[in-house]
């Protein structure tokens, strides 16, 4: 396990570049998912606020 | 076959398309994504030159090729947006180039990373890494002409000439390593030569990259469903989907 | 075939992407000299390398060619692209990478005795990646061969 985590001695260098990598990913994800959500709180408010008008 | 291009391209069908499409791709992903850190981090052997240090390639070449790849799909989306007019394609143009930029900025990330305890440096300006740092500014230049134009249509067109000049980037950053003397090495799998990666360190790395092709499949879907259904906002489908429907999410 | 608004807005587009096409390989056709990553021993020997301007010198570590100075960080090696081969001495930390055989590029300038003083020792690495126990097999098979 020591091995593992140490990776050659590169650990620093290993870790440091999945993390980033997988970081930006999920982050992006969260991000999309977040703006999908906002847009359909908006395209609701909008549909509800159009029928009040009708 | 172009019938089929229209009827897809249409929002509607698009929209209700790659509904059905998703959970599955999120499966396959999950599960080649764990199959491949296993190999990238357990089962491949470490390099006889490079030790462990040199696992970062299963982070950094899938995002390289990914960061190649997306923009090419933006070029198509570009000429479909100049030549056609597809609304889809101009909805797909501004969906996809966050993604591409994430990935270039993960390779250029991860390169540096990995450049400095090999080589010695964290940057050279030699053709391979200068010209994929010219691919960010590309998608980063995109995706600003996208925001800074308030009409749609407008933006969308000029953002795809910026994409369409910048695409002869694509072909200088591949041959890059082999048309001029580079301190990038030359590529390890290329089409026509038998790799010159063993091949318990080859299948991780092919794994990876269609699992990165994969996240890049079910981010760009719900981005551009998301931006089909406020595009389309006032039509009857949209309004009926919106009110019928206790859907949480996109 | 295609609506001929189209087909025309679709030519317009090809040329324009040939055009940049063009321009830019005739802007760096032009700037060769100045994108060229480094120079090799035998550019070098023929005089191409700049004289008085630091360049970049890039080659193979010399088999046994390797000194280094007892007291300072001082190291001297040949490089070469199995045509020439080229003295270079410098004072500095190696990468890990560095070793006999292996891929160099250094940073810096001519002296007048045609000593290469570099300021700075980039290891460059080949495309080829393998575990260890294939590498000593290969090795053994070259060895072998040699021997023959």
Redesign the interface.
Known sequence: MAA?LS????AA??W???A???G??IL??VH??R???K??R???R??ASQEKQK | MFKLFYHYSSLRNFYFFSEKLIPFLIAVFLALIIYSLYGALISAPADYQQGDSFRIIYVHVPSAWMSLLVYMAMGLSAVSVLVWRVKLAEITLSAIAPIGAIFTLAALVTGSIWGKPMWGTWWEWDARLTSELVLLFLYLGVIALLRAIDDRRTGARAASILCLIGIVNIPIVHYSVEWWNTLHQGPTVSKFDSPSIHIDMLIPLLTMTVAFMLYFIIISLYRIRSAILVYDKETQWVKDLITSSKREQI | MMHPLRKKRMQLICLGILGIGVALALILTAFEKNLMYFYSPSEIHAGDAPAKRPFRIGGMVVEGSVVRQAESLGVWFNLTDTANEQMVYFEGILPDLFREGQGIVAKGQMNESGLFIASEVLAKHDENYMPPEVAEALENVSHNSEVD
């Open positions: 593992f990776m050659g001695g590169y260098y290993v440091s570049s999945y980033i990598t997988f930006i990913m992006l994800y999309t998912k703006q999908g959500e847009h359909l908006w395209l609701r909008r549909i």
